[in-house]
């Protein structure tokens, strides 16, 4: 599929059954999130499943697909409560403009108004800057596409939120899920909304332990994977 498919252009604000907003891509037809819920999808698949089953202090999170930022806004909540620090690193070839960011409103629906500069920093910030929170937290977002990560050993946890394999099978590749097995350390963990048979043999063969666990409303299953630890002789 080229960039110029997948690139935003025809974009509206659509929302989801939990209140929370979501983008819709029309030449695409894929949201950004459920329609049963953003907010929920978000929490369950990235948050409960993803952030919280990471047990340390210091978390290096690679995000595939910034998209709205929803996912950061909700990480960077979570810091303010379980007190840990999260460096995260958000890909994003395809920036989503402030107005239909401004028309979602993220931050008045989490009921964090005061979060809202920040969170325009990060979305409209140049890309590479280190952007620090305060509570552990430390953003930057690139412009870089996840088929360009060369990074080696760099991260606990990876959120992959790349729209659906139907709509991008580029980006559900075993070669894609070697450069994701490359990037986490041992024992780090991939977590995505998609639980489709293909991409989870995709993963295995690219060496990742892959868990079916139960998906957000509307979903029966998501994938959880590992990078196995490696065994010392
Ligand atoms: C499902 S949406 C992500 C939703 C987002 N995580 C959020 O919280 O709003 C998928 C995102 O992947 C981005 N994307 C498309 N091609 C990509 C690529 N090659 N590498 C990284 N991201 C890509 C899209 O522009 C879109 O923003």
Not at 116 to 131: A, C, N, Q, T
Request: glycine share 10%; net charge neutral.
């Amino acid at each position: 599929m080229s960039h110029a498919t997948v690139a935003p252009g025809d974009l509206r604000p659509v929302r989801t059954a939990d209140g929370s907003f979501t983008l819709r891509h029309e030449r695409l037809d894929e949201h950004y999130h459920s329609v049963h819920g953003a907010v929920r999808e978000s929490q369950h698949v990235f948050l409960r499943n993803g952030l919280h089953a990471v047990d340390l202090p210091r978390i290096d999170l690679l995000e595939i697909g910034l998209g709205t930022g929803l996912n950061a806004l909700l990480t960077f909540l979570a810091t303010r409560v379980h007190r840990c620090t999260v460096h995260y690193t958000a890909l994003e070839p395809f920036p989503v403009s402030i107005d239909l960011l401004r028309s979602m409103d993220h931050c008045a629906v989490l009921g964090v108004p005061d979060a809202r500069d920040l969170y325009e920093e990060w979305m409209m910030g140049g890309p590479g800057v280190v952007i620090p929170a305060g509570d552990g937290f430390h953003f930057r977002r690139l412009d870089q596409e996840a088929g360009s990560i060369t990074d080696a050993n760099a991260f606990d946890l990876i959120y992959f939120d790349a729209f659906a394999p139907e709509k991008q099978p580029g980006l559900w590749t075993e070669e894609m899920f070697q450069r994701m097995h490359k990037a986490l350390r041992p024992g780090g963990v991939l977590v995505t909304y998609c639980a489709k048979g293909q991409v989870r043999r995709n993963m295995v063969s690219a060496g990742l332990q892959v868990e079916r666990l139960p998906g957000p409303p509307g979903k029966r299953e998501m994938l959880r994977a590992r990078r196995p630890k490696e065994v010392r002789a």
